[in-house]
C-alpha cells in the first residue's frame, strides 16, 4: 500500500458514502484511478465491506455488557462449537479468543437488564463447553472508533 491507497481508506472510514469524484479529489488522483485502486483494496479483502453506524440508544440497545467466558476444555473442536454457537447469538456484537484468566471475551449488546437476563439465561449460560460465565455492565463509553489508525511507511 501506498500513500495514495493509505488516504484512500481513512477517508472511507469518515465518509463511507463518499461519491468517487469527491474521494478522488481529496486523495488527488484521477477518478478513475481512485476507483481502480479502490477496485484493487476490496479485492485484496482490505476493505472488507460498507455499513451504516447505527447509534445504539436511538435502536434501542444503549446498554454494553462485557461477558468474559470460561470454557470446561480447550481442545480445537470444542473452541470450534463454542464459536459457532456464539456467533448464532445476535446480540453478540464481538467475540475474542483471549489470553489469560478466561478463554474469550464477548461484547454484547442490550436494552436494559432484563434483556441481559434473557440473553444470560436463553443464550450465554447454554453456549456449549461454558464453565463460567462473567459479565460487567460498561457505565459510559469513553472512547468508541470504528476507524483504524492506518499507519504511514
Known amino acids: ?7 484512500i481508506l481513512a477517508t472511507l472510514q469518515e465518509e463511507g458514502r463518499i461519491a468517487n ?16 485502486r479502490v477496485r484493487a483494496l476490496e479485492a ?3 476493505i472488507e465491506g460498507y455499513s451504516a453506524r447505527v447509534d445504539p440508544q436511538k435502536a434501542g440497545l444503549p446498554g454494553i455488557v462485557f461477558v468474559s467466558i470460561t ?3 480447550q481442545d480445537q473442536d470444542e473452541l470450534q462449537v463454542f464459536e459457532d454457537a ?4 445476535p446480540e453478540v456484537m464481538d467475540c475474542y479468543l483471549m489470553t ?13 437488564t432484563e434483556d441481559f437476563e434473557r440473553i444470560h439465561r436463553q443464550g450465554l449460560t447454554r453456549l456449549p ?3 463460567r460465565v462473567h459479565s ?10 470504528a476507524a483504524l489508525p492506518i499507519p504511514e511507511p
Do not use: N, P, W
Not at 500500500?1 to 488516504?7: A, E, G, L, N, Q
Not at 469524484?21 to 481502480?36: D, F, G, M, T
Not at 456464539?86 to 447469538?89: G, L, T
Open 1 to 7: 500500500m501506498d500513500s495514495y491507497d493509505r488516504s
Open 21 to 36: 469524484v469527491q474521494l478522488a479529489e481529496k486523495v488527488h488522483l484521477s477518478e478513475s484511478a481512485c476507483l481502480r
Open 44 to 46: 485484496k479483502g482490505i
Open 71 to 73: 470454557l470446561e476444555r
Open 86 to 89: 456464539a456467533r448464532a447469538i
Open 100 to 112: 489469560g484468566e478466561f478463554d474469550y471475551l464477548l461484547r454484547v449488546v442490550v436494552a436494559d
Open 129 to 131: 463447553g461454558v464453565a
Open 136 to 145: 460487567s455492565f460498561a457505565l459510559r463509553t469513553v472512547q468508541k472508533s
